[in-house]
């Protein structure tokens, strides 16, 4: 409550004084405006704004090289997408990243954050585990590697000669795993690409989520505690619904990377592994563009993987505010 | 970060009433630990596994994945560094990553400045605009850029990436900071101009000192994107000469057939973690702080 007080007290200063200093317009106050919302605001829009807004115009083109010549096309391109089978497969192997990717990662940092947040001790106050701040330190640093690097890594793991994954194996006695092509083999392929990336990003959100259960009060958990709940129930009815806001945030950032992916599924598997199981849309707008030259056909691509980004999000949202999110968060 | 240390100390050495753990207790902190070992397990193996890989001979790693070395292959490093084109593209991305950093960092904390911190018609569009660049993937906007930077000469060349890397991280570094700036006090502001200071004195020599956490943060976050970026070079910037280190190690990886030195690839691989590793170790406290501090919003 006080805050909100403050900020609207702030609030309401910084009004006054821009009132105040409004009647005087000096060379100070223009240059300083000028350069600190001009030149920032110039680079974004010149970089990063019109790049989407073109991106748009040119979906609706047949451009297809490097001349000015550009015929409108209105919608063909968009037709010729949703006719192109393996432009299809694209899009349904983005859709599988991003509904499996969010909801593996998001269970398993959960359950990796409850443990050393509330793994210790019932008795006495509520604590984590012993070791908890090891445990942190060893999970985060997938997040801080290259993703590049992560790619090459495990694609060295699955590497079917002289791979670990394969070495380990055969080492322990399942001698038909000798040689087995683990992202070379359609039934697996995908699957290990999603291990790779699940692999990279559970850390970062076990982290973000003991910062969120490090937020809930402590008298919450006492009294729960003195209630008689045991920890499970503790998880499931204080911990996940007091940091819903935190999940569903982390739920919208995973399902926004899976659908790009592009780094992890073009390091594993750069021509879209076997029998284009493993075809990302970012991959074949990539290709399309660059290696293809068909620029406003990959355009198209662009606003379809923007557009099914935004549904995603909205889904998300909705689901959240549907299944009575926000309504018992107390922030 | 002093406040930070301050308040944190008395939980870690605070004394405690000496409580029984209860069976149930063991049972759960073991299947804990447990779980948590597989886990830190799973992430220091396939590293552990590339370092020793690292000092290997090709055919050592093909006929045993786990031994140690037989003789430790310093020159693998030697060869990842000079043949692979290493050393080069490391010396490309410090230029390029070193340069797009301050920049945004600066213009990013003008503009959260302003955005935050005065009223005027146009303002909350602009941030509005700036969520959007947050939201929208850089799928969309590839082809548009490969062709505006064509059209200024920027294509292929380093001033060129670093600028694209400064629009793209913008956003994000506005976002964050655009809340820290509305946090400061206005009552300090307002004392450094009745003193007389200027619209730039104020900010450059009272406000941007005070929001140095807020800065280091959103930095070491930039820093990590940055340097990891791979789509954005890969696309704007093709000249084998202007790689940088994350393309640079894709192409190595790319062209290996079965008769390359395997070795100097992990070692190449090592040679790109171990910055952002040192980094993250001599920043684990603030990284980890900041992001408890994004989900506090």
Redesign the interface.
């Known amino acids: 409550m006080t805050q909100v007080t403050n900020e609207v007290q702030?609030g309401g200063?910084?009004?006054a004084?821009?009132r105040r200093r409004r009647k005087k317009l000096t060379f100070?106050?223009i240059?300083?405006?000028a350069?600190?919302?001009g030149?920032?605001?110039a680079?974004?829009l010149?970089?990063?704004?019109?790049?989407?807004v073109?991106?748009v115009y040119?979906s609706m083109t047949s451009w297809g090289g490097y001349d000015n010549n550009m015929p409108f096309v209105g919608l063909a391109n968009y037709v010729k997408l949703f006719q192109d089978d393996i432009f299809m497969l694209s899009v349904r192997n983005s859709v599988v990243l991003a509904v499996f990717l969010p909801v593996i990662t998001v269970i398993l940092s959960l359950?990796?954050a409850t443990?050393?947040t509330i793994?210790?001790?019932?008795?006495?106050?509520i604590k984590g585990?012993?070791?908890a701040g090891?445990?942190?330190?060893?999970?985060?640093?997938?997040?801080?590697?290259?993703?590049?690097?992560i790619?090459?890594?495990?694609?060295?793991?699955f590497n079917p000669?002289?791979?670990?994954l394969n070495?380990i194996l055969t080492?322990i006695g399942l001698n038909g795993f000798e040689n087995y092509p683990w992202l070379g083999d359609a039934r697996t392929a995908m699957i290990a690409s999603m291990f790779v990336i699940v692999?990279g990003f559970?850390?970062?959100y076990m982290?973000?989520f003991?910062?969120?259960i490090?937020?809930i009060p402590a008298e919450t958990f006492e009294a729960a505690r003195i209630d008689g709940a045991g920890?499970f129930r503790t998880a499931i009815s204080i911990t996940i619904p007091l940091i819903r806001d935190?999940i569903q945030?982390a739920y919208v950032y995973m399902g926004?990377l899976a659908?790009?992916a592009?780094?992890y599924m073009s390091?594993l598997n750069?021509t879209g592994g076997p029998e284009n199981s493993t075809l990302v849309?970012?991959q074949k707008?990539?290709s399309t563009?660059?290696t293809k030259n068909q620029?406003g056909l990959?355009?198209a691509?662009?606003?379809v993987?923007?557009a099914i980004?935004?549904i995603f999000?909205a889904l998300v949202f909705l689901v959240n505010r549907l299944t009575g999110g926000s309504k018992d968060v107390s922030e | 970060m002093m406040t930070l240390k301050v308040t944190k100390k008395p939980s870690h050495d605070h004394v405690?009433?000496k409580?029984?753990?209860?069976n149930?207790?063991k049972t759960?902190?073991g299947v804990?630990?447990v779980?948590?070992s597989l886990?830190?397990l799973?992430?220091?193996?396939?590293?552990a596994?590339?370092l020793m890989?690292s000092f290997k001979k090709t055919s050592e790693?093909?006929a045993?994945?786990?031994s140690l070395p037989a003789d430790w292959q310093f020159q693998n490093y030697v060869e990842a560094w000079q043949t692979a084109g290493i050393g080069k593209y490391f010396f490309n991305t410090v230029i390029v990553v070193g340069f797009a950093l301050v920049i945004v960092m600066v213009?990013?904390a003008?503009?959260a400045?302003?955005?935050a911190?005065?009223?005027?018609p146009g303002s909350r569009a602009?941030y509005i605009?700036?969520l959007?660049?947050l939201?929208?993937?850089?799928?969309?906007?590839?082809?548009?850029?490969?062709f505006?930077l064509k059209n200024i000469g920027l294509l292929n060349t380093l001033p060129g990436l670093i600028?694209?890397y400064?629009?793209?991280a913008?956003?994000f570094t506005?976002f964050f900071l655009f809340s820290f700036f509305k946090a400061l006090?206005?009552?300090i502001a307002?004392a450094a101009q009745i003193d007389g200071a200027?619209?730039?004195r104020t900010?450059f020599q009272v406000m941007l000192p005070m929001a140095k956490p807020g800065l280091a943060s959103v930095a070491i976050f930039n820093f990590?994107g940055l340097?990891?970026q791979?789509?954005i070079p890969?696309?704007i910037n093709t000249n084998r000469d202007n790689y940088v280190?994350?393309?640079g190690?894709?192409a190595y990886?790319?062209q290996m057939g079965y008769a390359v030195n395997?070795g100097a690839?992990?070692a190449a691989?090592i040679i790109?973690?171990v910055p952002?590793?040192i980094?993250?170790i001599l920043f684990?406290r603030q990284?980890?702080g900041s992001?408890?501090a994004?989900?506090?919003k």
């Open positions: 702030s200063g910084v009004v004084t821009a100070d106050k240059s300083f405006m350069v600190f919302l030149l920032p605001l680079i974004y010149v970089f990063v704004i019109s790049p989407f073109q991106a040119y359950i990796l443990l050393v793994g210790g001790s019932s008795r006495g106050q585990m012993k070791g090891f445990y942190r330190v060893i999970s985060f640093f997938p997040y801080v590697i290259p993703a590049v690097v790619g090459i890594i495990w694609q060295q793991i000669d002289n791979g670990l070495g080492g692999w559970v850390g970062f982290i973000l003991i910062a969120a490090k937020g920890r935190n945030t926004i659908l790009d592009f780094v390091v750069s849309m970012s707008l990539f563009a660059f620029f990959a355009c691509m662009g606003v993987l923007a980004t935004l999000s | 405690e009433r409580a029984l753990d209860s149930g207790d759960v902190a804990s630990h779980m948590l886990w830190a799973l992430v220091l193996i396939p590293l596994w590339t890989s790693i093909f045993s994945p786990f213009l990013g003008m503009c400045y302003v955005l911190r005065y009223v005027f602009i605009l700036m959007a660049g939201t929208f993937p850089v799928f969309l906007a590839i082809v548009p850029l490969f505006i600028i694209v400064v629009a793209f913008l956003p506005v006090p206005s009552e307002e200027g619209e730039w900010f990590l340097w990891n791979y789509l890969v696309a280190l994350s393309q190690i894709a990886a790319g395997f690839l992990f691989a790109v973690v952002v590793l980094m993250y684990q990284l980890q992001v408890s994004g989900t506090m």
